[in-house]
């Protein structure tokens, strides 16, 4: 089980009485991308924060890189890149603060941290944004910074959610070609995403509804086990 | 770790358009202006005589009351009930009423006589303004009789004199007094709600769950927010210090090592109350109001206006909890006695438990993960 990058079974959240995440199993596997659907509510921001060792499961296992998340949530955060839907980079430090932050944060030296952060800028083509605030840059360049940043220290997973929330159409093309890339140098990607045609570029999908995994396969299994033209009509099948 | 979010933290309070320069004007305020509004000196009562008698002796007593820095001759009233509605109408404090034939009695060698009616709905100052007018009367007393009987005629009665020596503080001055408690109330205003304030704003703007999913330690990442306040704590301290001696002259009798020894200490103490504050806060809102009330509870009890023991028992033990206090007492005590470390081992045992407590509790309190 610990050659899969990520694995859950029977992974479990309840706040009250309320059971948020119930009992969900999948596996997935290194430099895979693996799309994390549902509808809001779902439970894919709980199942999810699990995962990243943020919070605590009331049963079930979560192993992600290798180690456990209840029992090394600081090993598994070692691991791990995150980026939230909702955009936490400091805004009031400098592009390349921030990206010195992070990486100083995940223990990468001075030096390294300096020549790998001109080679991200190059590649972002920020070169002329190396020195704006955070808060001065369009959402769809803070969103690629933020992922930048979140895969700067080469995480073994990524986890992004909903990264590309009101981001214009070509940015996140251009978004979905860096997560690509992330996933052939090997980084594990496990996305949340509302844009079903987002969900046609994952290796694999799953379907969250009310706390549990309806439906986990790839796109075009899954196209063809709900006769449906497109995962826009296997998702409103399911989550109806 | 640690000197990649120090790092940050500096440059977040420096690029801040506001801390800044917070951190420079609160001392100059603080020094500038409540030295001068938070006195108990009573000065400026406002005084109404009523001169019944309209003699040489009785109009000397009044010019002599009116020459006081304390009194302030208000006005003068033809009758008791006249002066009654001053005092009523809130433009007198004290009614001095000259009784008639004040200056025969006293020719004869009776007793003239005078009575005071004072308004008591503050009470400090209606008996410190009544305490100064009979030493006033006294005085009078004594220089009528000394120009009456001659000088051998007075030794050979006898009196007492009393000849007051005031230590640390010969001249009575107020301001030696507040100074050094209001620099602790300074210390507690920077250190205690900014990194409080700082704290929830991260939660607010979300930062902080982008750091609870890094590797960051809890020991580190408080350490981190910790280390600037001491710095601001320092410069705001010793922009106090430095307005305090070229303003008002007033230094140290003691060292200034062992002031900002214990503000080091104080420093880290009040720092973990703010962060405790800001653990059990998830809004800036909730935590200005947590602290404003914490805070205005420990400068009460701190004895910064009231001496603890004039509190009763009950309040006195609720005062042992109150890092403030000996902190206060640090300063004042070095300020104008010139105490060292070695006679402030008392205080520096609390706020070394004040310390280690508060911080241990605000890292315990601090999770990463619910």
């Known amino acids: 089980m610990s050659a899969f990058a990520i694995y859950a079974e029977n992974l479990t959240k309840c706040f009250g009485s309320f059971t948020a995440v119930n009992s969900i199993s999948f596996s997935v596997e290194a430099g895979e991308i693996f799309g994390f659907l549902g509808a809001n509510g779902a439970g894919k921001t709980t199942a999810m924060r699990m995962l990243c060792g943020l919070s605590k499961p009331t049963s079930g296992a979560g192993v992600v890189a290798g180690y456990d998340v209840a029992r090394e949530p600081e090993k598994v ?164 | 770790m640690l000197k990649f979010l120090i790092e940050k933290e500096f440059k977040q309070l420096l690029r801040h358009s506001f801390l800044p320069k917070l951190v420079i004007a609160m001392p100059c305020i603080i020094l500038l202006v409540f030295p001068w509004v938070a006195s108990y000196e009573v000065k400026n009562v406002s005084l109404c005589v009523v001169d019944n008698d309209h003699s040489t002796l009785s109009s000397r007593l009044m010019q002599k009351v009116a020459a006081s820095a304390h009194f302030r001759l208000a006005a003068t009233a033809s009758g008791y009930s006249r002066a009654m509605q001053s005092i009523e109408s809130g433009d007198a404090d004290i009614i001095l009423e000259i009784q008639p034939s004040f200056e025969e009695q006293l020719m004869r060698g009776g007793e003239g006589q005078v009575m005071l009616s004072v308004n008591a709905v503050n009470g400090v100052k209606g008996s410190l303004g009544s305490a100064y007018l009979l030493s006033l009367l006294s005085d009078y007393a004594a220089e009528l009789r000394s120009e009456r009987i001659p000088a051998p005629a007075v030794a050979a009665v006898g009196s007492i004199r009393l000849l007051p020596t005031y230590f640390f503080n010969p001249r009575l001055n107020y301001k030696a007094y507040m100074i050094p408690a209001l620099m602790v109330l300074l210390l507690t205003l920077l250190c205690g709600f900014l990194p409080a304030l700082n704290i929830v704003s991260e939660k607010e703007a979300g930062t902080i769950e982008q750091l609870n999913v890094t590797p960051v330690g809890k020991l580190t990442f408080i350490l981190a927010k910790l280390t600037p306040y001491w710095l601001v704590g320092f410069i705001a301290l010793s922009i106090g210090f430095a307005l305090a001696a070229l303003l008002y002259h007033i230094t140290p009798a003691g060292s200034f090592g062992t002031i900002y020894f214990f503000s080091a200490i104080y420093i880290l103490a009040i720092s973990g109350f703010g962060l405790l504050i800001s653990s059990y806060s998830d809004a800036m809102q909730q935590a200005m109001l947590l602290a404003f009330f914490f805070i205005m509870i420990l400068a009460l009890t701190s004895g910064l206006f009231t001496p603890v023991s004039s509190m009763p028992q009950w309040a006195q033990y609720i005062t042992v909890f109150n890092p403030l206090k000996y902190f206060m007492q640090v300063m004042r005590m070095v300020y104008l006695k010139g105490s060292g470390i070695g006679d402030l081992l008392p205080q520096l045992i609390a706020l070394c438990g004040f310390a280690v407590f508060s911080n241990t509790w605000a890292t315990l309190s601090y999770k990463k993960s619910k």
């Open chain 1, 77 to 240: 955060k070692q691991s791990i890149g995150y980026m939230s839907q909702k955009f936490s980079l400091y805004e009031d430090l400098k592009v390349w603060e921030n990206i010195r932050l992070f990486a100083g944060i995940y223990g990468m030296r001075g030096k390294h941290i300096a020549s790998k952060t001109e080679q991200t800028l190059a590649h972002l083509g920020f070169e002329a944004e190396r020195n704006t605030l955070v808060k001065a840059l369009p959402l769809g360049w803070k969103q690629k910074l933020a992922f930048s940043v979140a895969i700067f220290h080469e995480p073994k997973v990524v986890f992004l959610d909903e990264p590309t929330g009101g981001v214009d159409p070509a940015t996140r093309r251009r978004f979905w070609e860096m997560i690509y890339q992330a996933a052939e140098r090997g980084i594990t990607v496990f996305v949340t995403t509302h844009y079903m045609d987002e969900a046609e570029y994952c290796n694999r999908v799953s379907i969250m509804v009310d706390g549990r995994i309806e439906a986990l396969d790839t796109p075009k299994n899954l196209r063809q086990q709900y006769s449906a033209p497109n995962m826009d009509g296997v998702f409103q099948r399911l989550a109806r």
